[in-house]
């Protein structure tokens, strides 16, 4: 088992670089960088001259991994290591100073000048190679007493130790580390909560301009949500902060307000909202996993039936009827289950009553249930058909137990082995499969976002929910075959001679 798993893991983990790698080069080599900035109001109303759009595009491509930039200051902060004397002007005796710089940095940087100013700025295309290298190798963050290097704070204290904290109580709190509280308890799934280790798959734009991949995906949505908050300095107030959020900014950029709730000498004032809303995460595991459960409640019975009486009429209907549902577009059902549904006082939309009602949830889950249930019957069926010529089953007949002693006995406990394996999987692929349900249902999921994300050129975002369902899919697949053995201990995962 342990040897299986290990391999398992190793095999995973390449078959995850492959596929992101993959989709990493497709979507920054062939989506138009022109068609970024489409859904950017900056870069369209705000952004005037011609010069601040080009610094406005470099900035953007620098944020995103395209480029290295140096606008016209950096380059003259970088430029005075070799002349003092240099200045921002567009004369020739300071391009030669630039050029001379910029010929220092090695192959791939240029020098190039704004069009009205003629100001000097430097610029260099980062291969996809190493831009992919980049973001592997940047992928998993490790928090640590010297993670923050902060020159306006020269004497930040640099620890990691278990305190009674007044604001969260026990925790693993760190000076030093980006994050405050390290490892916290609070009465939210899955109740105990680390920062140590997190991801970076990057950074939203243009949609979620400048918020972290990770963090669009896992925070609340909607308008804030005020609690009862308790502040290190005591001060109790309603407030939307997220004191578990607490990040390190520089004690300069303190306001008097973090000054009253944090104290004058606390540098982790940074904090995140409470959201009313569920995260999109956590919004599509559950119409993910409900959907699951109601194809499994819809498709073995139904199996169960067509198997007992197979060749009969029923065992014919219901095979008509499975693949008719099978061929059937999936926005064809989306849209008569949500007509019907509306009919009968549901909302066709989630935005109508939103995550506080259940009824929101009802038509999304019910749909992808709907989905999934003909598969689950056509498998289920077979896995029985199968069975029903096994030696074991005909030993049970020659024994004298009757066709629906058999399968509840025998046959139903076999059938199950290969459909539990699949359950991990099926919730992954239901979860990742749901884009059309939840941009029909303006659902504010996982799902609606890859097409959001797709439609606006929000390549970073893109990237980082094909990496999500990749791990997710071998996760699954790993579940999948531990619950396999746990139903029937004679199934070995591993290649000992006789194992299964």
């Not at 095999?11 to 022109?34: A, K, Q």
């Not at 130790?161 to 580390?177: H, K, M, N, Q, W």
């Not at 939203?204 to 972290?212: G, K, L, Q, R």
Request: without cysteine.
């Amino acid at each position: 088992m342990k040897k299986y798993i290990i391999e398992r893991i190793f095999r995973s983990l390449i078959s995850i670089v492959l596929v992101t790698t993959l989709t990493y080069v497709i979507v920054f080599t062939l989506v138009p960088t022109s068609l970024i900035f489409k859904q950017d109001p900056n870069y369209n109303k705000m952004v005037t001259t011609q010069d601040k759009k080009d610094n406005y595009r470099n900035s953007i491509f620098e944020r995103m991994g395209y480029i290295s930039y140096y606008n016209s200051r950096e380059l003259e902060n970088k430029a005075e290591k070799i002349d003092k004397n240099v200045t921002t002007e567009p004369t020739k005796a300071n391009e030669k100073i630039y050029q001379k710089y910029i010929d220092s940095l090695g192959k791939g940087w240029e020098l190039k000048r704004f069009e009205e100013s003629k100001g000097f700025y430097a610029v260099r295309i980062i291969p996809i190679y190493e831009r992919v290298w980049n973001f592997f190798s940047h992928l998993v963050v490790i928090d640590h007493p010297w993670k923050i290097q902060d020159p306006k704070n020269p004497n930040l204290k640099r620890y990691v130790r278990p305190e009674i904290d007044p604001a969260v109580g026990p925790a693993l709190v760190g000076s030093g580390t980006t994050h405050k509280y390290l490892v916290y308890f609070n009465g939210q799934f899955p109740f105990v909560h680390q920062n140590i280790v997190s991801f970076d798959l990057g950074t939203s734009y243009p949609t979620y301009a400048n918020i972290p991949v990770i963090q669009v995906i896992t925070q609340g949505q909607g308008r804030t949500l005020s609690k009862e908050v308790t502040f290190p300095t005591g001060v109790k107030k309603f407030s939307p902060v997220d004191i578990y959020s607490r990040t390190y900014k520089t004690p300069s950029q303190m306001d008097s307000r973090d000054r009253l709730n944090f104290g004058k000498d606390d540098a982790y004032t940074s904090t995140q909202n409470n959201h009313a809303e569920p995260s999109m995460i956590s919004n599509s595991f559950k119409i993910g996993i409900i959907g699951v459960l109601l194809s499994y409640v819809f498709g073995l019975p139904i199996g169960m039936m067509m198997a007992y009486y197979k060749d009969g009429l029923f065992d014919r209907f219901s095979t008509a009827a499975t693949t008719f549902m099978l061929a059937l577009p999936s926005i064809a059902l989306i849209y008569i289950v949500r007509f019907l549904g509306s009919n009968l006082g549901l909302p066709d939309t989630f935005p109508l009553l939103g995550a506080s009602d259940p009824k929101s949830y009802v038509l999304p889950a019910l749909i992808l249930g709907i989905l999934g249930t003909p598969s689950t019957v056509i498998w289920f069926r077979r896995y029985l058909v199968d069975l029903q010529g096994s030696d074991f089953v005909r030993f049970a007949r020659a024994k004298g137990l009757t066709e629906a002693e058999i399968s509840k006995k025998h046959l139903f406990k076999h059938a199950m082995v290969p459909i539990v394996n699949g359950i991990p999987q099926a919730i992954v692929a239901t979860i990742a499969g749901a884009t059309l349900t939840e941009t029909v249902f303006a659902f504010p999921g996982m799902g609606k976002m890859l097409i959001d994300a797709i439609k606006s050129a929000n390549n970073t975002m893109v990237v980082g929910l094909v990496f999500i369902f990749a791990v997710l899919a071998i996760l699954a697949l790993l579940a999948g075959d531990i619950l396999m053995t746990i139903l029937d201990p004679r199934i070995k995962l591993s290649n000992n001679k006789g194992g299964k």
